[in-house]
């Protein structure tokens, strides 16, 4: 049987993209208990893997072959990581883990407070992508990439057999002709997974893609780049990051030494280019889905001195900054007027912040919290999801600055002029919503 990427190389190189084989957990496997939330949220929430640890127990879980980031500054992360390294070799040596074939998956996710978001996996190529500031890569970045926190997930990437993704990708395609469209022809796909997610992240499902209906999806992804280029040009911004950039980032960084060292050894173009880390696996979702809704990250300051954090708001210069009530700010920063202005709460009272000119308020306030570190060495900031879940970190001695979000109807076109928005600026719906890890695909040859 011809594989489909020998059948599409061609478009398939156009695209930045290849067919990834598919590993999925053999029929009897708990999927409630195998899938887990992406390792970049609740970064500051102990209690919530407490009870995900809880939950799982010794049945095989992504939460062994993943590493939570609220560890990342652990002084057992080390073990931690060779633990992942010795699950993923275990899981593989038992068989947990079945290839499916060359296939792309389509998916449902169904939330309480979205609905239903549509997306397909596929595997990026990393040659196709560059998250540096005035990239023109086909694959972008949308936010900062902040550097320092690649080398912790490289020394997971660096020993391990096995990828799986917490990735999500954007594409702008308002007629809903790629991912949208695979609804209506569910019956005749392959069923590979149907699971309610834990600690209320919704319901999954999933089916196999491949043959005509596979052919149908990349042809529909090359007119839909064609349509890209005729609007933004030669090298436009096709595939745009949303959701896990460190993840791609990280992904990256691996390849290019894997590359180098493949050169150093004699290995032939072509071997190199065949690599499986060329490539990432991720999900692919349209920024016009219904069910994807962009919400805020917040900042919370952790500091031993508050009234010296909330001096540095009162007297910053390039804001304007008045007291309210919770509910107006709430309400303000989700409307067209909010989108240039912040909040901030010490745990007495509220804020909020007006900033004049180009710059985001993510920016002015990450500016706010650089230069307050000046003087306070110790203060540390974390990225938080949720109104109350960042309020409540009041109590460990945070202060909080709540933001607003850019309107995703202009995602695509800000990065096209401006580049990159500062790091963490939007993310895309609540924490419970993010992707859980599910399928997973081999890195080594």
Known sequence: MTKPTEVHATLLKKLGITIPEVLLPKSGTDLAKWAVVACDQYTSDQAYWNQVETIVGQAPSTLRIT????????????????????????????????????????????????????????????????????????????????????????????????????????????????????????????????????????????????????????????????????????????????????????????????????????????????????????????????????????????????????EAVLSDATAEVAQIKEAELQALLVSPEGQNKAGYFDGKNWYVLTYKGKKLPTAKVDELFGNFQKSVPSARIDFIHGWEDSKKLVAEGAGIFFTPVIARERLFAWVQENGPLPKKSFSMGHAEEKRFYLEARRIVA
């Open 67 to 310: 590493l939570p980031e609220i560890f990342l500054e652990s002084p057992e992360v080390g073990a931690k990581i060779e633990k992942i390294h010795a699950a993923m070799a275990d899981y593989t040596s038992r068989g947990i883990l079945e290839n499916q074939g060359e296939c792309i998956v389509y998916l449902q996710r169904t939330t309480e407070h979205s609905g239903t978001r549509e997306g397909i996996v596929v595997a990026m190529d990393l040659e196709r992508y560059d998250y540096a500031r005035d990239s023109k890569s086909l694959i972008r970045a949308t936010e900062g990439t902040i550097v320092e926190r690649i080398p912790p997930r490289l020394a997971v990437r660096r020993a391990a057999p096995l990828e799986l993704p917490h990735i999500m990708i954007l594409i702008d395609d308002p007629d809903r002709a790629v991912v949208e469209a695979l609804a209506a022809k569910t019956a005749g796909f392959e069923s590979v997974y149907d699971v309610e997610l834990m600690q209320q992240g919704g319901h999954l499902k999933g089916w196999k893609i491949q043959g005509q209906a596979l052919a149908d999806v990349l042809s529909k992804l090359d007119a839909l780049l064609e349509k890209t280029i005729s609007v933004q040009g030669p090298t436009p911004l096709f595939w745009a990051m949303g959701d896990g950039n460190h993840s791609l980032a990280t992904a990256k960084a691996r390849w290019e030494e894997i590359r180098k060292e493949l050169a150093a050894k004699g290995a032939s173009q072509a071997e190199i280019e065949a690599h499986p880390a060329r490539f990432a696996l991720a999900e692919i979702v349209n920024i016009h889905s219904p069910g994807l809704f962009f919400e805020p990250i917040h900042r919370a300051v952790f500091t031993k001195d508050i009234p010296e954090l909330t």
